[in-house]
């Protein structure tokens, strides 16, 4: 059962370009809300997080927007450089005692020089 | 600081055949996950130990075990392998557990023939 809801799968900007993932989760007990960059032959790392008492939390180029009464969070990365080119994932942290991190399906992004 | 490191990084199983999979997380971090990834499940929670002791599991049947020793390292198993297991295996650490940054090695990519 998906309980994380990620989209485009793939997205193609040019160089300078603000290219945007979105994520929405259906379940309510989730209290934490990471996004991962992950290149081909490495593990995934963590870029940006949010927990859902913020709107928006800017890093760097990255900004996470967060809209808890619609369930839904993304990411926009600014500037973007053809270096950013990689698969993105959202992710959503369950609370409670069973703690563990449920993640969306993936966006594969290509920025172009 | 070294990062987590897994070993071995690739693995070729026939069906049926039993394998066990090595996480050495970052010095000092007790926690360390297990997840699955494949193209078409997307990344997918295992299990958590810490401090020895599996503290939350995922979807997953009994073949999939896991323990930590008290270095922290850990070890996954997989018993009776089938091919729908040829998957990237792959296990984050973090200092108490998942509510941290989860900081991911680059996985063993298991093959089942």
């Known amino acids: 059962q998906q309980q994380v809801k990620q989209s485009p799968q793939s997205l193609i900007v040019q160089k300078g370009g603000i290219p945007i993932i979105n994520c929405a989760y259906e379940?309510?007990?989730?209290?934490?809300f990471p996004w991962y960059q992950q290149f081909p032959g490495k593990g995934p790392a963590l870029l940006i997080a949010i927990r859902p008492d913020v709107s928006e939390k800017k890093e760097g180029r990255f900004t996470i927007s967060f809209n808890k009464s619609a369930k839904q969070f993304s990411l926009h990365i600014m500037d973007s450089q053809p270096g950013d080119s990689a698969t993105y994932f959202c992710?959503?942290?369950?609370?409670?005692?069973?703690?563990?991190?449920?993640f969306g399906s993936g966006t594969q992004l290509t920025v172009l020089p | 600081k070294a990062g987590v490191t897994q070993t071995p990084r690739y693995l070729i199983k026939t069906r049926g055949q039993q394998v066990t999979l090595s996480c050495s997380p970052i010095s000092g971090h007790r926690s360390v996950s297990w997840y699955q990834q494949t193209p078409g499940q997307g990344l997918q929670f295992l299990f958590e130990y810490f401090s020895e002791t599996q503290r939350n599991k995922g979807n997953f049947p009994g073949r999939f075990s896991g323990r930590q020793f008290s270095n922290s390292r850990s070890e996954m198993n997989v018993s009776t392998l089938e091919l729908g297991d040829s998957a990237l295996y792959l296990c984050?650490?973090?200092?108490?557990?998942?509510?941290?940054?989860?900081?991911f090695g680059d996985g063993t990519r298991l093959s089942i023939l």
């Open positions: 992710a959503a942290l369950s609370a409670g005692s069973a703690r563990q991190l449920t």
């Open positions: 379940n309510t007990a989730f209290d934490y």
């Open positions: 984050a650490s973090s200092p108490s557990g998942v509510t941290q940054p989860q900081h």
